[in-house]
């Protein structure tokens, strides 16, 4: 396989047209070698538009997802991030990049011993790769500027919405399958949040998403 032949065709076939028209996005694309954290048995997935399987039943988002994530959630240079749901600590790689301090969450030990280890081996400085249950928040470091939820949740737990700062974005995909809506949601005030739908999708549920204490849009 060309690598490089397959990383242009990713971008131009599967990113372009799903509205990622960023360049720095498109840029980052390519500095960050997205086959460095795909798992072994499917590197050679690695640019396909699939969800690459990861241990414990958890999956990578598709390219295409991940992309517009990054795009929608503008992240900027003096912000820190928090992620629930390290994965394989691609997304966190892609967020450290445009980002102050990422503090990336991870309740599954061995997903979260790859995250930390792939995040490394890139050179990221930037980044801490926590064992927990993030899916009803995380008060270290909150507020934060943006808080990328890597999984889908059936509502908002409320506790994020405080947990962002006034001026900050959650992205989170929200829903049950099949149908979930992506929702960038900004804190305009102490009080008040403007949701925006960015695009449906259907993704794993994040692990251990509990259902309690939610503010449904």
Known sequence: MNIEQARFNMIEQQIRP???????????????????FVPATYKTLAFV????????????????IEARILQDVAVKKHENVLEIGAGSGY????????????????????????????????????????????AEGWDKGAPFDVIVISGALESLPEVFLKQVKVGGRIAAIIGQAP???????????????????V??????????SVKSSHFTF
């Open 91 to 134: 997304m966190a790689a892609l967020l450290a990049h445009k980002a102050r301090h990422v503090t990336t969450v991870e309740i599954n030990p061995e997903l979260k011993e790859l995250a930390a280890s792939n995040l490394a081996n890139a050179g990221l400085n930037n980044v801490t790769v926590e064992l927990g249950n993030g």
């Open 199 to 208: 695009f449906e999708t259907n993704v794993k549920m994040l692990s251990t």
């Open 179 to 197: 149908v979930m809506s992506a929702q960038v949601i900004t804190r305009v005030s102490e009080t008040a949040y403007d949701t925006v739908k």
């Open 49 to 64: 538009d699939t969800e690459i399987p990861l241990p414990g039943g958890e999956a990578m988002f598709t390219p295409k």
């Open 18 to 36: 799903w509205n990622v028209l960023d360049q720095d996005v498109l840029d980052l694309l390519v500095v960050v070698k997205r086959e460095d």
